[in-house]
């Protein structure tokens, strides 16, 4: 039997301890949906009908006491969280040689914490300044690098019930972990339970990436982002991209039970209602 998305969580060591009387709004099934987007538009993620907001980690880390506790107020008094996070780490870095291990877990320690307490499952590691290799630095120590930084990472999610999401992002942002089978290899190597990883749609077809990883990563996707890949914008007909009816079949073959994240430039007000329409027909 294909365990819920808390379910896993749960089977990986990560117990569930989110707010289990919110109810879902755009959910399909049991997939939700959400959307990429700063904090300050938490009210129109909510007021729009998606079951989640997913913003920035690095924005949540660096509020001031006053400024999180004030956003945290708005988010417990809503019917949705913050289940997922995106943009971990903008500032700091991972690989080369300025890797500074105790500022990374400090800031780690902060914001998973705070992520935590908006309701995270998940918080996604794309942040390509964070990982870019520098000119001439060697790739296979940048990658021991990362795998360093992964357990680390594991070590400090786990006991804050949060799963580290691996993104694979396209060449033209970052030039390591480009595609869904660089991040799967990353995700065995590490074999951490508190690490995982995502597909983002608009990143798999720049990349020219076959869809069928969906089907060879099932076991560790644990969070979805999407954007029409024609132009990154939000997606609303089933035409815009060939490759739309094999993805979402995938999606569904594999019963996936978690997150999707429209992460793509539009306007909420003006794109939510038919980014939702477009979900519910391919995903019904």
Request: charged residues 25%.
């Amino acid at each position: 039997m294909k365990l819920s998305r808390r379910q896993l969580l749960v089977s990986l060591g990560v117990a569930w301890g989110g707010p289990a009387s919110v109810p879902a709004f755009g959910r399909i099934g049991e997939i939700e949906i959400g959307v990429c987007t700063k904090c300050e538009n938490f009210s129109k993620v909510a007021s729009h009908g998606f079951d989640y907001i997913d913003p920035p980690a690095a924005e949540v880390g660096a509020m001031s006491e006053a400024g999180f506790e004030n956003f945290k107020r708005q988010v417990l008094a809503s019917p949705i969280r913050c289940e997922a996070f995106n943009s971990f780490i903008r500032t700091l870095r991972v690989v080369g040689n300025e890797v500074n291990e105790s500022a990374v877990r400090n800031y780690m320690e902060l914001t998973l914490d705070r992520c935590q307490q908006l309701g995270a499952t998940v918080v996604v590691w794309g942040s390509a300044g964070s990982r870019n290799v520098p000119p001439g630095f060697s790739r296979r120590r940048a990658w021991n690098q990362i795998e360093s930084f992964l357990r680390l990472a594991d070590e400090i999610a786990r006991p804050r019930k949060i799963i580290v999401a691996i993104e694979p992002l396209r060449i033209q942002e970052s030039n390591i972990i480009n595609t869904g089978a660089e991040a799967l290899k990353l995700v065995r190597e590490v074999n951490r339970p508190s690490v995982r990883m995502i597909i983002d749609y608009y990143h798999m077809r720049v990349m020219r990436e076959d869809p069928e990883i969906v089907w060879r990563a099932r076991k560790d996707i644990v969070h979805f982002h999407f954007a029409n890949p024609a132009g990154r914008v939000w997606p609303k007909n089933p035409s815009e991209d060939p490759e739309y009816g094999r993805f979402f079949a995938l999606v569904k073959k594999i019963n996936y039970r978690g997150g999707i994240s429209i992460e793509a430039r539009g306007d909420i007000d003006r794109d939510a209602a038919a980014s939702l329409t477009f979900f519910r027909e391919e995903l019904s």
